[in-house]
Nanobody, 114 residues
Framework: QVQLVQSGGGLVQAGRSLRLACAAS????????MSWYREVPGEERELLAT????????NYADSVKGRFIISRDNVKNMVYLQLNSLKPSDTAMYYC???????WGQGTQVTVSS
């Protein structure tokens, strides 16, 4: 069965960096686009970044463009989100997703202190 297991996250000071990871299994990883989202209580889940199956194409939300980097390793079946220059407004629960599908990671909390 499809599984997406996240790691990383935590508490960090503003201006610092974090890397989130998502380990995928149960499907042909390299054939599928993957995405990262975040959610703040009371708000809609926000799409942050998407990467194509071969990693050759990426797209970002304006809110994170230039600060966050999505990448993948198709040998390890991993997708990553590098969060740089973090702001308190980046505080949220972060999720990976098999793009367009019903499968999500379990979520990981990122808290940025000022």
């Amino acid at each position: 069965q499809v599984q997406l297991v996240q790691s990383g996250g935590g508490l960090v000071q503003a201006g610092r960096s974090l890397r989130l990871a998502c380990a995928a299994s149960g499907f042909q990883f390299s054939s599928h686009s993957m995405s990262w989202y975040r959610e703040v209580p009371g708000e809609e889940r926000e799409l942050l970044a998407t990467i194509s199956g071969d990693g050759g194409s990426t797209n970002y939300a304006d809110s994170v463009k230039g600060r966050f980097i999505i990448s993948r390793d198709n040998v390890k079946n991993m997708v990553y989100l590098q969060l740089n220059s973090l702001k308190p407004s980046d505080t949220a629960m972060y999720y990976c997703r098999l793009t367009g599908g019903v499968y999500w990671g379990q979520g990981t909390q990122v808290t940025v202190s000022s």
